[in-house]
C-alpha cells in the first residue's frame, strides 16, 4: 500500500495582514502551513482557560498546537457567561436564530478547503471522510435552518372539555446545554449537535476532545461570523475526568457522545441533578448480505460501511454475516478490494483510509487481531500495523473462524477490523445480528427492497440501512438517529434532535364553565354530566 497521490492546489500563501483562516499555501502542505501561531491564536481567543495544554497530530505524532487549558473555575466562568448571554438569545425571533444557521451553510461550504486540513491533520482520516463531515454539518444547518421555527411553533391541542378549554403547547429552551463533543468526528459531532440547540433558544458550553479542538474552534468562529453572538458558545478545553464532571455539574441539559462507560457515568451525573441528558454510545454493528445480495455491490458498500476514518465512527461495521450460498464469493471480492486500498497522510483526495486516532486506539487494535489470531482466527487481509505511513496506522484487516472467546468478537474494536460469519437463514442472521448489548447501526444487502425492509424492522438498532453501510441513515436528517440498548439515550435529527433542546409547557384556558359543579349542579348530578359528556366524546372519535 501506498502513500495517497499528490494533494490538491487549492489556496493562497498567506500574508501579513490576510484572513488567519484563510487556505495554507499551494503546494505539499505541512501542518506548520496550516496551523500557524495565528491561526491557533485567532481560534482560542475565545476560550476560558487559564492553564496550557497541547494537542498533537495522528499523521506523525507531531504537537500541532499549545492551547489554554480550562480549569474546574474556568468552566464555572463559561457557564456564568453563557447563562447570561442565553436570556438574551432566548428572546431573539426563532427565524432570526435560524437564518443564523442558513449562513453558517454556506459559509462552511464556500470555506470549506480551511476546516478539511484541520480535520485530517488533527483526527487523521481521509479527505473523503473528512468532507463527509462537512457535508452532514451543512444538512443538519439546512434543515434546522429551515425547519426549526415549525418545531417550535406553539400547538393548538383539543382540551379536557372541547371547545371550553383551550390548550396550547409552548417549547422553552432549557438554558445552557453541556456539550462533550469526541475525537472521532470533530467537526459533526461538535457544532453538527449544538445547531439545534442555538436555534431553540440555548447556550452551549462545549468541552471538545482536546486534540481536536481547533476543528471545533474553526466552527465555532464561522457561526459567529454567520450571527451567533459570541457568548452564547462557550469552548473549554481540558482533560474528560477533569473538565467533564465539572460540565455535567453546570448544566440544563447535557449532550454526550462517547463510549458506554463514560456515557454511563455522565447519565449518574446528569439524573443526580434531575437534568435531561442524550448520549449515543459504543456500538459493535452488523451488516447482513443475505443470499439475493448484488455481491459486488456489497462488496463495495462493506469498504464504506467498515473503513471509513479507519472504522473509528461509532456507527461502522464490525460484524458482517453472509449468507453460506454466497460467502466465498462476496469474501473473495471483498478482500480484494480491502488489499487495493491506499492509505495516505497527504492533504488531498485519493488516499482511501488515514491513520488511528493514537497509541491507545493503536493497542486496542493490535490487541483484537493478535488474540483472535492466537486463538485460531484467520487474516484474511491486512492484520499489521504500518509505521512506514505514521505511527499509528493500521492496514484494513478482514478476520475469518472468529469465535465467541475472542475479545474481537463482542468488544468494540472501533478500528479497520471486521469479523466474517456465515449463515444459513434469515433468521439465524436475525439473531446473531441482535445477539449484542449495543443496538446503534445495522446494515443489510439485498436485492428484494420489501425483504430488506421487512428484515430491518427486526433488528434492535436505531438506524438500519438496506443497501448502505450508515450514510443513507445518517444522512437522512429529518429522521432520528440514536442507539437502542447500551448505545445511548435520546437522539438526534429530526423533530427529536431539537425537542430534546426543549422544555415543554402547557398552557390550558379554560372558558365559560369551570371544571367542577355549576349552573346548580350537585356533585352527584356533575358526576352523572361528565360521564355522559365523555361517552358523548368516545362516540365522536375525540382524540
Not at 496550557?52 to 457557564?79: I, Q
Not at 452564547?232 to 460540565?247: C, D, H, L, R, T
Not at 456489497?298 to 458482517?320: D, N, T
Not at 440501512?465 to 432520528?480: F, H, K, L, T
Request: charged share 25%.
Amino acid at each position: 500500500m501506498t502513500d495517497s497521490q499528490a494533494p490538491e492546489k487549492t489556496g493562497t500563501t498567506p500574508t501579513a495582514g490576510t484572513n488567519p483562516l484563510a487556505p495554507a499555501p499551494t503546494g505539499v502542505r505541512t501542518a506548520a502551513d496550516v496551523v500557524t501561531p495565528q491561526l491557533v491564536a485567532h481560534l482560542t481567543k475565545g476560550v476560558v482557560g487559564s492553564g496550557r495544554t497541547a494537542n498533537h497530530t495522528p499523521f506523525t505524532g507531531e504537537k500541532l498546537a499549545d492551547l489554554p487549558e480550562s480549569t474546574p473555575e474556568d468552566v464555572e466562568k463559561a457557564f456564568a457567561a453563557a447563562r447570561a448571554a442565553q436570556q438574551v438569545w432566548a428572546q431573539v425571533p426563532v427565524r432570526e436564530r435560524a437564518a443564523v444557521l442558513l449562513r453558517f451553510h454556506d459559509l462552511v461550504l464556500e470555506r470549506q478547503a480551511e476546516v478539511l486540513d484541520l480535520i485530517q491533520l488533527e483526527a487523521g482520516k481521509a479527505r473523503l471522510y473528512a468532507h463527509e463531515e462537512v457535508q452532514a454539518v451543512a444538512v443538519a444547518a439546512r434543515h434546522y435552518g429551515r425547519k426549526a421555527p415549525a418545531y417550535l411553533r406553539p400547538k393548538r391541542h383539543t382540551g379536557a372539555m372541547p371547545t371550553l378549554t383551550k390548550v396550547t403547547e409552548l417549547r422553552h429552551p432549557r438554558g445552557v446545554v453541556g456539550q462533550i463533543a469526541p475525537w472521532n468526528y470533530p467537526l459533526e459531532l461538535s457544532v453538527g449537535d449544538a445547531l439545534p440547540a442555538f436555534v431553540a433558544g440555548n447556550a452551549v458550553v462545549m468541552k471538545p476532545d482536546t486534540e481536536t479542538c481547533l476543528t471545533a474552534l474553526w466552527a465555532r468562529d464561522l457561526l459567529i461570523e454567520a450571527g451567533l453572538p459570541a457568548e452564547v458558545f462557550q469552548v473549554v478545553i481540558g482533560e474528560g475526568p477533569v473538565i467533564g464532571p465539572e460540565v455535567v455539574r453546570h448544566a440544563d441539559y447535557v449532550s454526550f457522545t462517547g463510549s458506554t462507560r463514560t456515557g454511563r457515568e455522565v447519565a449518574q451525573g446528569a439524573a443526580a441533578r434531575l437534568v435531561g441528558v442524550s448520549l449515543e454510545l459504543g456500538g459493535k454493528n452488523a451488516m447482513l448480505v443475505l443470499d439475493d445480495a448484488d455481491i459486488e455491490k456489497a462488496a463495495a458498500g462493506a469498504i464504506r460501511a467498515c473503513f471509513s476514518s479507519a472504522g473509528q465512527i461509532c456507527i461502522s461495521i464490525e460484524r458482517l454475516y453472509v449468507h453460506e450460498s454466497v460467502a466465498d464469493a462476496f469474501l473473495e471480492r471483498f478482500a480484494a478490494r480491502t488489499r487495493s486500498m491506499r492509505l495516505g497522510t497527504s492533504l488531498a483526495y485519493g488516499a482511501d483510509m488515514g491513520s488511528l486516532v493514537g497509541e491507545r486506539q493503536l493497542e486496542t487494535v493490535k490487541r483484537h487481531v493478535e488474540e483472535a489470531v492466537a486463538k485460531g482466527a484467520k487474516v484474511v487481509a491486512g492484520g499489521v500495523a504500518r509505521p512506514d505511513i505514521g505511527p499509528y496506522f493500521f492496514e484494513p484487516t478482514i478476520l475469518d473462524g472468529v469465535t465467541e472467546p475472542m475479545s474481537v468478537c463482542a468488544e468494540e474494536t472501533f478500528g479497520p477490523v471486521v469479523s466474517i460469519y456465515r449463515f444459513k437463514t434469515d433468521d439465524e442472521a436475525i439473531e446473531l445480528a441482535n445477539s449484542t448489548p449495543y443496538g446503534l447501526n445495522s446494515s443489510v444487502w439485498t436485492k428484494d427492497g420489501r425483504r430488506g425492509r421487512e428484515i430491518a424492522a427486526r433488528l434492535r438498532t436505531g438506524t438500519v440501512n438496506v443497501n448502505e453501510g450508515y450514510a443513507a441513515a445518517y444522512g437522512s436528517v429529518q429522521s432520528p438517529m440514536g442507539g437502542m440498548k447500551d448505545s445511548g439515550l435520546g437522539r438526534r435529527h429530526g423533530s427529536e434532535g431539537i425537542l430534546k433542546y426543549t422544555e415543554a409547557q402547557t398552557v390550558a384556558q379554560q372558558r365559560l364553565l369551570p371544571m367542577a359543579p355549576s349552573l346548580g349542579m350537585d356533585d352527584e348530578k356533575y358526576a352523572e354530566f361528565m360521564s355522559r359528556s365523555l361517552r358523548l366524546m368516545k362516540a365522536f372519535r375525540f382524540r
